[in-house]
């Protein structure tokens, strides 16, 4: 997933410089056009909709006074959703040697 930058064309006018939308403000939007290819596991949605709201990683650090453990749950739900097909597909086994 790529966020949004943009630049400056006209006065009012920005383009995003990944996707080439046009927007009248200048923030850090994900366009569809700029998402990538994977699609998003479950702790990664609640990462994305904790952030919308403004819970970011970077503050619950600073309230806890350390490292939050924020990377550790969104990987652990990343794999409970792979587990009940949520997101992320399954990662395939390896094959055995032949």
């Known amino acids: 997933m790529t966020l949004c930058t943009f630049e ?4 009012g006018l920005h383009r ?11 923030n850090t939007n994900i366009h569809a ?4 290819p ?3 596991g479950l702790g990664d949605m609640i ?7 403004g819970i970011t ?11 939050c453990g924020c990377d550790g ?6 794999e409970a959703g792979r587990a009940i097909g949520i997101g992320l597909p399954p990662e395939s086994p390896e094959p055995p040697p032949v």
């Open 8 to 11: 400056t064309v006209e006065l």
């Open 16 to 26: 995003c410089t990944t996707c080439g939308r046009l927007a009248r403000h200048r």
């Open 33 to 36: 056009e700029c998402r990538g």
């Open 38 to 40: 994977q699609p998003m």
């Open 47 to 53: 990462a994305a909709g904790l952030t919308t709201i």
């Open 57 to 67: 990683k970077e503050r619950v650090a600073a309230i806890v006074g350390g490292d």
């Open 73 to 78: 749950r969104q990987e652990w739900f990343n």
